[in-house]
């Protein structure tokens, strides 16, 4: 796979490959009230469906595609994350994962009927070829769904911009306008089961001293709370992209 990536096709993501033990907490806590997948359920059907996750990291997501869907492919270039994926996903014959990139999903054109990144590659302007790449692989009608944190959420998007300070939320929101994307912002609540988790997961989402703040922040919102878990607010963005189905009905009467 290596002879095939080129290093600049590939987002740094140091959360997830040299934290991989925290990330899974953070996933473990992230929409604990399910609100993304229960919005994204109302807007798209995958059951009996072909899925394909890309960016899937270590397959966190994938058996919660897999219980409803025909097949389920993971795609991820990070080849530890590959390996890590493919273990958890071992006892699941619908599931398949391979190394790849969005500009370059190793399946065949037409051959999924929704196309799901989480938090991956899609971020705004640049990821055209991605977006290119995921219509190819869409049979018609399929869609493209792209779930990713909302910098206009607060305290997670103030911590988010304040290590971002060239992070536009306007500039984004219109280049997925432009796009033909759709956008549902859903609140979530992550649900940590202890202040060491909590503190765990903003260290590797933010520089030190945001990290320390957000800590502090999120301290602060759980005060007067007898239990050990910590609750965070936290705002995402779904956006949708449904490939045009090719069927052009006619208006006349029995066409
Ligand atoms: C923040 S992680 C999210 C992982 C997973 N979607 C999840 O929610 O657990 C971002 C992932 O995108 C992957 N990634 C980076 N560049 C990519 C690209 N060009 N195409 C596809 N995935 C990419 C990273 O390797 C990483 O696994």
Known sequence: MKRLLRRTDVVPSPNIWYYTDTYELENRAQDADDV????????????????????????????????????????????????RAKHRLAGYPTVAVRGGTAQRLPLADASADMVHARTAYFFGQGCEPGLREADRVLRPGGVLAIVDLDTRHRPYGDWMLADLPRYDPDVVDAFFARQGFSCLRVETRWRF??????????????????????????LKLNTGTEDDELILPVGYRILLRRKPGGLVRSSRPGG
């Open 193 to 218: 089961p202890d202040r060491a988790s909590m503190a765990a997961v903003l260290r590797i989402e933010f520089s030190a001293r945001v990290a320390e703040r957000a800590v502090a922040e999120t």
């Open 36 to 83: 993304i997948w229960s919005r994204l359920a109302e807007q798209v059907c995958w059951e009996g469906a072909d899925v394909v996750d890309v960016g899937c990291g270590d397959g966190f997501h994938l058996p919660r595609f897999a219980a409803t869907a025909r097949s389920v492919f993971g795609v991820e270039p990070h080849e530890p994350l590959v390996r």
